[in-house]
């Protein structure tokens, strides 16, 4: 599986941005897909995950502001990212994981300024 993580940029405080992942490759009908991020000095850590069926799961950290979603049919994911915090700098990584295997996208940079 492949993934190609679009969409990061610089963003002032309070902003908005969308990040998207166009996942390619043989894709099980059954997996997880989510959005993970590092900042310099830090541990990668999830943002949000999404599943095939459509459950939902979050970071504390972004809750109520983030939201994810995905579209099976174009095998893509998005994450709608408000009220951006300087905090959430970092490179956006997209994942897809199935029963067998996990994949990572290359990054996408978010840079929030104050």
């Known amino acids: 599986v492949q993934l190609q993580a679009s969409g990061g940029g610089l963003v002032q405080a309070g902003g908005s941005l969308r990040l998207s992942c166009a996942a390619s490759?043989?894709?099980?009908?059954?997996?997880?897909m989510g959005w993970y991020r590092q900042s310099p000095g830090k541990q990668r850590e999830l943002v949000a995950s999404v599943t095939s069926g459509g459950s939902t799961n979050y970071a504390g950290s972004v809750k109520g502001r983030f939201t994810i979603s995905r579209d099976n049919a174009k095998n893509m994911m998005y994450l709608q990212m408000n009220s951006l915090k300087p905090e959430d700098t970092a490179v956006y990584y997209c994942s897809y994981s199935d029963y067998a295997r996990s994949y990572w996208g290359q990054g996408t940079l978010v840079t929030v300024s104050s």
């Open positions: 490759g043989t894709i099980l009908s059954i997996n997880v």
